[in-house]
């Protein structure tokens, strides 16, 4: 098969690991030069090493997106490195599960920078580079957790909830210059994030590279259509 992203240029946040990592994987099967960004040197040598078999189109850069220069940064050594920037994936995200009585100020401040202020950081300073392409792609890793709420999840479930909104407005304002918007909301994944991993009994919940295969569909698609909104789910969760 042809591979569908060659001379495409991609950002992934949060590359290093999990979803971010089998998205990064997945662009340089299809052909895409990828800059994966992470806040640990260790991930991201991991992941170098992962993806060692595409190493010409790959680099890697310690960013913490909750901070606007590094973000100005991440997308500044994308250009410089590549040329440009075609595809920007916000992956990057985090949360803290307990009741919201029970939550630090640190920790709400942490889900909120990072799952939304990271966003608009990245995005903001990729649109000109877009736009001077003539058009692009923005793809928002959000979560089932921003339409259906639940216990314990407060900061995490508005996050993602305010991300989906950020999208749609974002979507509405630069469709004209050939940039689309959209986001996936995927349920439970098998990644530490979830506490998921390989643990016996978490056969059911769908795997990064399900999430990672639905963004490559969305970036390869005709640029006459939109699929603006993504909601993915485990095929069979377990009955209650």
């Not at 997945?26 to 030069?33: D, H, V, Y």
């Not at 997308?75 to 009741?99: K, S, Y």
């Not at 058009?135 to 921003?146: E, K, M």
């Amino acid at each position: 098969m042809t591979p569908t992203l060659t001379s495409r240029i991609a950002i992934v946040t949060g590359g290093s690991r999990g979803i971010g990592l089998a998205i990064a994987q997945r662009f340089l099967a299809e052909g895409a030069s990828v800059v994966i960004s992470g806040t640990t040197e260790g991930h991201l040598e991991e992941a170098q090493r992962t993806l060692a078999a595409h190493s010409g189109r790959l680099a890697a850069m310690r960013a913490d997106v909750r901070e606007p220069e590094a973000a100005d940064r991440l997308i500044g050594a994308a250009v410089e490195r590549f040329g440009g920037l075609d595809i920007l994936v916000n992956n990057a995200g985090i949360g803290f599960f307990r009741p919201l009585a029970e939550m630090s100020v640190d920790e709400w401040r942490r889900v909120i920078d990072t799952n939304l202020n990271g966003v608009f950081y990245c995005t903001r300073a990729a649109i000109p580079h877009m736009r001077s392409r003539g058009g692009g792609w923005i793809v928002n890793i959000s979560s089932l957790a921003g339409k259906n709420a639940f216990p314990g999840g407060t900061a995490y479930c508005a996050s993602k909830s305010a991300l989906n909104a950020l999208s749609e407005a974002l979507m509405q304002e630069v469709r004209y210059d050939g940039i689309r918007v959209s986001y996936v909301m995927p349920g439970s994944v098998r990644t530490r994030f979830s506490s998921g991993g390989d643990d016996p009994g978490s056969e059911w919940k769908l795997a990064p590279e399900d999430v990672a295969q639905v963004v490559t569909d969305l970036v390869a698609h005709p640029d006459r259509s939109l699929p603006s909104r993504v909601e993915l789910r485990p095929s069979k969760p377990p009955r209650k």
